[in-house]
């Protein structure tokens, strides 16, 4: 139960959260290396700051939307003793 909730609640938010996502990570590549001609001619060192960027964020979202559903889990259905 708290496995599928979890999914749709990470889903929602990374919906929700997509734009700023890759808006955000837009902006810092164009802040890291404003000479670069296209997006995909970036220089090694500002692709490796891009993918850590994202990884971190989408372990923010996993651990948010497990903290969400555990305390919805909770709330409707009662602690439950974890063993």
Same mark, same amino acid.
Request: aromatic share 14%; charged share 15%.
């Given at each position: 139960?708290?496995?599928?909730?979890?999914?749709?609640?990470?889903?929602?938010?990374?919906?929700?959260?997509?734009?700023?996502?890759?808006?955000?990570?837009?902006?810092?590549?164009?802040?890291?290396?404003?000479?670069?001609?296209?997006?995909?001619?970036?220089?090694?060192?500002?692709?490796?700051?891009?993918?850590?960027?994202?990884? #971190?964020?989408?372990?923010?979202?996993?651990? #948010?939307?497990?903290?969400?559903?555990?305390?919805?889990?909770?709330?409707?259905?009662?602690?439950?003793?974890?063993?």
């Amino acid at each position: 139960m708290r496995g599928c909730l979890t999914t749709i609640v990470f889903l929602l938010i990374t919906s929700g959260l997509s734009t700023f996502m890759f808006g955000s990570a837009f902006f810092i590549a164009v802040l890291l290396d404003p000479d670069a001609p296209s997006i995909f001619e970036l220089q090694w060192h500002t692709n490796v700051i891009l993918l850590v960027y994202l990884i #971190v964020f989408i372990k923010i979202i996993v651990k #948010v939307s497990r903290m969400l559903s555990n305390s919805i889990c909770d709330f409707l259905f009662g602690k439950e003793d974890e063993q």
